[in-house]
Structure formats: C-alpha cells, structure tokens
C-alpha cells in the first residue's frame, strides 16, 4: 500500500506557473503507475496527466504543450509542472498511484488562477 500528500498548489496569476508534488511513503515506488487529477467545483474528476513506472506519459489536450509530469523514484516523487496556466486550471489536484487494479489517491492540494 502507499500513502501521497501533494503539495505546491496556490494562487497563480493567469500565464504564470506552479509546481506541483507528490511525495508517497509506505511502498515500493517505482512500481506505481502515477497520475495527476484535477477536479474543478461541479465537475467530474479528470486526468491531467499520468506517467507509467515505465516513464512513459500522457496529458489530457488541455494539459499538452503546458503541463509536464516527471518522477523521481528515488524520492519517492511525482511531479507536475504547470505552465501559462489558465483560470479554467482552477481546480483541486490529486495524485493518484496505480497497480493492480488498486487505485490510492492523496487528499488534493488546491490550484486557483486568477487576476
């Protein structure tokens, strides 16, 4: 089993940036498909962008060109870096780990941008 706490999330100013991580304790890392996820107020929750323990990554069409997801296994951590964001990213992020049908998520670290 492994427990996230994202962090990094706040108020950004529309075209600005944010980074944004997730740090899990608890299990063997590397073995984890990773995920970002963000769910905006009366929305469904979505897929931002995942990364498999492979490296491999997909964004969802907002996210591409402007989002980059990394790893660092050694630290037991997932990034999310954020670019020329836009007040439609307003939302809570969640990490989110992946493995054999298991899905584990951390409790969401708010991102608002606005002027």
């Known amino acids: 089993q492994v427990q996230l706490a994202e962090s990094g999330g706040g108020l950004a100013q529309p075209g600005g940036s944010l980074r944004l991580s997730c740090a899990a304790t608890?299990?063997?890392?590397?073995?984890?498909?990773m995920g970002w996820y963000r769910q905006a107020p009366g929305k469904q929750r979505e897929l931002v962008a995942g990364?498999?323990?492979?490296?491999?990554?997909n964004f969802a069409d907002s996210a591409k060109g402007r989002f980059t997801i990394s790893r660092d296994n050694a630290k037991k951590t997932v990034y999310l870096q954020m670019n020329s964001l836009k007040p439609e990213d307003t939302a809570v992020y969640y990490c989110?780990?992946?493995?054999?049908?298991?899905?584990?998520w951390g409790q969401g670290t708010q991102v608002t941008v606005s002027s």
């Open positions: 989110n780990a992946y493995l054999a049908a298991q899905n584990y």
């Open positions: 608890g299990s063997i890392f590397s073995i984890y498909d």
């Open positions: 990364i498999t323990s492979g490296g491999s990554t």
